[in-house]
């Protein structure tokens, strides 16, 4: 277990690093940022410049692998770290300087305990992709199949380990600290980080990602997942199908190719609905950087290891909040927040509806072209907190989807709007899903499902099991032991004043560097 001194010691240290780049200034001016967090990040920056403008995408990404993806994840959080920052912090890109090609051919000889060749007939030795976790490469098997072959960085495993412990830890004494810190739920987020990260430091889990998403949408024409080669593929190694295409940022290519940029655009709107609303399974990474178009037309999804779950009642909910928005039923819209739990009873339908307004009136009646999405949702986010709205971490990657796709969609063909294409699709699930026939199924189906548990229901008490909200429940947080909680002793104490010491040398390091420099 790593000790609180070590904990402190680095976050002095990352501190620094935010410090250089300009990005403490917003938590030491946060009003809403506790004292003891200000305190901190004054220590923190003892001896550095701060930039003018911060670069908050730098910080991370000088950070380290795990904080590149704790930054992705603060850009869906402006209500957290600001729209400022947020915005910033949507351009960090999930690059890094390659590791050498002899330590990828130990990691896939040792995963799969066989010489590379026995494996591959052809393997090029230069990266096509160098991010954070992993490295792609372009490869042939021995049976003649072109392939994308994606190998975790060495050691990358035990450095995001080692990062997320320490996150946990400064999670759980900001959100004891009570407050407006403990309604952004911060452990909740870093809870869904390391969930996310581990997913993705398993590539099979992201192989079986690709493969359950690709039974999602089979029936749905233009848009298609590659084949995974289950046999090369294992938690440290992944082997897909190699895709030819043109990214789908490249628009004066797709134009030259003769590609329909207006039909592109509203098939990847509907099939990012298709995935978040019929399969309640969406790919949650959907940059440009992340999806191809074939010579046909077809847009092929690439790289699945974030993705987004809702089950059924949330999708449900879901679907009838964005039909609520798009034709003005505030009051709809409202009841669905209380129903689902995201509003604390105490508080008034009416006057949430109200506020809802506020937010949806303005962009009525104006042209396509100056209606957002991202500002719809970023609008919902301002007043969670008059509304006592806990945060829900499984909306939030479902709304950052919408504000790439929606920004994917918009760089296609600038006269598109969500609304307009969302809202047939929305309104047809809504009736075959809510309607009476589909409302029939449904209570015939529980009614069944009733019976067969009958004999299991009559052991148990029912008052122990309440009705739960939209929200899943959240895994089981980790237990962090706080500092104020543990009983005081001479060497735990040095090592406090042990980190604080090596805070002070790190900042007079800086200090007698700039002089000498």
């Known amino acids: 277990m790593t000790s609180p001194a070590r904990h402190i010691s680095r976050l002095l240290r990352w501190g620094r690093t935010l410090a250089r780049h300009g990005a403490l200034r917003i938590i030491e001016e946060g009003r809403n940022t506790p004292l003891p967090v200000k305190r901190l990040a004054r220590v923190a920056r003892i001896g550095t410049r701060q930039p003018r403008e911060p670069d908050y995408s730098a910080a991370f990404r000088a950070i380290g692998p795990a904080a590149i993806k704790l930054g992705q994840t603060l850009a869906t959080r402006p209500d957290i770290v600001g729209e400022e920052a947020a915005r910033n912090l949507l351009s960090l890109q999930d690059r890094l300087p390659p590791v050498p090609f002899e330590q990828i051919r130990q990691q896939i000889e040792f995963s799969f305990d066989r010489p590379l060749e026995a494996l591959y007939s052809e393997f090029d030795t230069e990266p096509v992709g160098s991010a954070s976790i992993a490295q792609v490469y372009r490869a042939r098997t021995i049976d003649g199949r072109d392939v994308a072959v994606k190998v975790l960085r060495p050691g990358i495993r035990e450095k995001f380990a080692q990062d997320i412990e320490t996150y946990e830890w400064a999670a759980a004494h900001l959100e004891a600290l009570g407050g407006e810190a403990s309604r952004l739920r911060p452990r909740a987020v870093i809870a869904n980080l390391k969930r996310w990260t581990n997913r993705e430091l ?17 029936g749905y024409e233009g848009y298609r997942i590659p084949d995974i080669d289950w046999d090369r ?3 440290r190694v992944l082997t897909i199908e190699w895709i030819d295409g043109i990214k789908i940022s490249e628009l004066d290519a797709l134009e030259a190719a003769g590609h329909d940029l207006p039909a592109m655009a509203r098939r990847l709107v509907l099939a990012f609905l298709t995935q978040a609303i019929n399969a309640g399974y969406f790919h949650a990474d959907m940059h440009q950087g992340n999806l191809f178009v074939q010579a046909d037309g077809t847009i092929v999804a690439i790289d699945f290891g974030i993705m987004g779950r809702i089950n059924r009642r949330a999708r449900q909910w879901l679907a009838e909040i964005l039909y609520g928005l798009t034709t003005g039923d505030y009051r709809r819209v409202a009841e669905i927040h209380f129903e689902a739990q995201y509003v604390p009873s105490y508080h008034s339908v009416e006057e949430f509806a109200t506020a809802l307004r506020a937010v949806g009136e303005p962009m009525r009646g104006k042209p396509v072209s100056e209606l957002s999405v991202g500002q719809m949702l970023d609008g919902l986010f301002a007043i969670t907190r008059d509304f006592d709205m806990q945060t ?36 047809n699930w809504i009736r075959d899903e809510l309607g009476p026939e589909a ?42 032991q706080l500092m104020w909680e543990r009983k005081p002793r001479i060497n735990q104490w040095a090592g406090y004043l042990l980190a604080a010491l090596a805070g002070g040398i790190a900042a007079w390091a800086t200090i007698e560097a700039g002089l000498t420099g």
């Open 233 to 235: 593929t294992n938690g």
């Open 202 to 218: 398993d590539l099979r889990r992201e192989a079986a990602s690709a493969s359950e998403l690709a039974q999602a949408m089979k």
């Open 439 to 480: 409302a029939l199924a449904d209570r015939i189906r529980e009614d069944f499902d009733t019976l067969l548990r009958l004999p299991d229901l009559v052991r148990r008490i029912e008052e122990k099991y309440p009705p739960k909200g939209g929200a899943p429940d959240q895994p089981p947080l980790p237990d962090v």
């Open 392 to 427: 829900q971490p499984h909306l939030l990657l479902l709304q950052k989807t919408m504000v790439m796709v929606e920004g994917l969609a918009t760089a296609l063909h600038p006269g598109i709007n969500m609304w307009d294409v969302s809202a047939p699709f929305v309104r």
